[in-house]
């Protein structure tokens, strides 16, 4: 019997989701669930996780659960194909998170790249919270308590894969096969790896207020893309212009397509086309920008109405969260039997210990 192919992924919840989460992960999901080539997938609010570095702040964490749930729904995560569901409402994770961090060294946590990042952006180099630094550990339980063979995610995760395969080979190696590898699976284009801020920054953040959110209405993205970080030198039409840093290229690389210059810009038949007039001169910042503005309405809008239907009857999103995360421990708790027993701490199951302990303490009377 071939092994099921299963996804795993999902996002923190410390706030709205923006274009960044869209064109680096969920409009992906929203591919591969529609494609028909996996048996199961998992999409986790990773609530747990985002508390590693807000415990002073959970209402932050309680408020914004629902806004990423309507985001997926929105977006067109269809809870008859896959389970949305909450990660701190399946203790099994933690459990398994907990057996790990006996196969993990501390300073093989520490080597990891992706955590020396995050550290750094958070100033936690004196005062590192023990939740954050296991955050690592704790993923390899998200994906392998689901056996998840498939995890679409940023390039920057991919030392956090190469950590959860190592566990699994370990714990495999020591308590016999129980557990599955898995593969990362990339954004398609290099524009999509990581978008960059409506400024410029390398980074889109909340917290940097330089951000395209998903639900922002067609008022709010007009500002934020005409004011958004072009060529610095590019100060007059005629001048020509440069695509290295220029974000609204970037935008246009994640985001246009060839039947986009047929609706909004005929002119040009494709987005290269549009590239060569900038670069040689003759082509305004502005007319680059409405055209970015078009693209960027014609994907969000059926995605802003989605989610102001949604957002008329709540308890009915709670319902399918409710129901995701059912389905997510059903799962959860037979692996989670799995590994007991592979680590022969299924006390009460093991019938034969029983009876051999008790044959050996009647022996001895």
Request: charged share 30%; proline share 4%; aromatic share 8%.
């Amino acid at each position: 019997m071939a092994k099921e192919k299963v996804i795993l992924t999902g996002d923190r919840p410390t706030g709205k989701l923006h274009i960044g989460h869209y064109v680096g992960s969920l409009r992906r999901r929203v591919e591969l669930q529609n494609s028909g080539e996996f048996d199961k997938i998992f999409i986790m609010i990773a609530d747990a996780q985002a508390l590693t570095d807000n415990a002073d702040n959970p209402e932050k964490i309680r408020q914004n659960v629902i806004e990423v749930a309507l985001d997926y729904l929105s977006a067109g995560l269809d809870p008859e194909k896959c389970n949305i569901f909450i990660q701190s409402a399946v203790p099994e994770l933690t459990e398994l998170a907990f057996y790990y961090m006996n196969l993990v060294t501390v300073s093989r946590v520490q080597r990891n790249p992706t955590v020396k990042t995050e550290i750094q952006m958070r100033n936690f180099e004196a005062n590192i919270p023990t939740g954050f630094f296991c955050y690592p550990i704790s993923q390899a339980a998200d994906i392998t308590l689901f056996h998840g063979t498939t995890v679409p995610a940023g390039e920057d995760q991919k030392p956090m894969i190469e950590l959860t395969n190592e566990i699994v080979r370990r714990f495999n190696n020591i308590y016999g096969e129980t557990l599955d590898e898995c593969q990362i699976l990339l954004p398609q284009t290099a524009a999509c790896l990581r978008l960059p801020g409506t400024d410029g920054k390398a980074k889109m953040s909340k917290s940097l207020g330089n951000c395209i959110f998903l639900s922002d209405s067609a008022k709010e993205l007009k500002t934020k893309v005409n004011s958004m970080y072009t060529d610095p030198e590019h100060i007059h039409i005629e001048q020509p212009g440069h695509l290295e840093g220029n974000t609204v290229f970037t935008y246009l690389d994640a985001f246009a397509t060839d039947d986009d210059f047929v609706k909004f810009l005929p002119d040009y038949k494709n987005l290269q086309e549009l590239k060569d007039h900038y670069t040689r001169g003759g082509l305004g910042d502005g007319t680059c920008k409405k055209f970015l503005l078009n693209v960027l309405n014609d994907r969000l809008e059926p995605i802003r109405n989605r989610r102001k239907e949604l957002e008329k009857d709540i308890p009915a999103v709670y319902e399918v969260l409710k129901r995701g995360t059912e389905a997510a421990r059903e799962v959860a708790a037979k692996t989670i039997a799995e590994v007991r027993h592979a680590m022969r701490i299924d006390y009460f199951d093991d019938k034969e210990l029983i009876a051999e302990q008790a044959k050996r303490f009647a022996a001895q009377k």
